[in-house]
Nanobody, 125 residues
Framework: VQLQASGGGVVQTGGSLRLSCGASGRTFRNLAVAWFRQAPGKEREFVSAMRSRGDTKYYADSVKGRFTISSDNAKNTVALEMTRLKPEDTAVYYC???????????????????WGQGTLVTVSS
């Protein structure tokens, strides 16, 4: 499975961005998909995830109510809609996927075998 993340950019505080993750080689319908982010000097952290078939969605407390994860099965993409962005949201955002994620490991980056290359989001104050 190859993942391609896109949609990053520079936005002012309070603005919005939509990230997209496309997959080749396998359909997202049968995969758990997640977004992680990594700010300079910090560890990679969980942002949001959606289990296969999109029936359950998870969010980090820091983005709950501001970010929304969704899938487009026809295009085989997963999007992360980010609103009310804050400077602390600045990071490289990565999409990740795996076919065998147990519930308790959904937020653990070590659980995901497939990763996109990352897309930079910069929120200016």
């Amino acid at each position: 499975v190859q993942l391609q993340a896109s949609g990053g950019g520079v936005v002012q505080t309070g603005g919005s961005l939509r990230l997209s993750c496309g997959a080749s080689g396998r359909t997202f319908r049968n995969l758990a998909v997640a977004w992680f982010r990594q700010a300079p000097g910090k560890e990679r952290e969980f942002v949001s995830a959606m289990r296969s078939r999109g029936d359950t969605k998870y969010y980090a407390d820091s983005v709950k109510g501001r970010f929304t994860i969704s899938s487009d099965n026809a295009k085989n993409t997963v999007a992360l809609e980010m609103t009310r962005l804050k400077p602390e949201d600045t990071a490289v955002y990565y999409c990740a996927a795996d076919g065998h994620i147990i519930l308790s490991s959904t937020r653990d980056p070590r659980s995901y075998d497939y990763w996109g290359q990352g897309t930079l989001v910069t929120v200016s104050s």
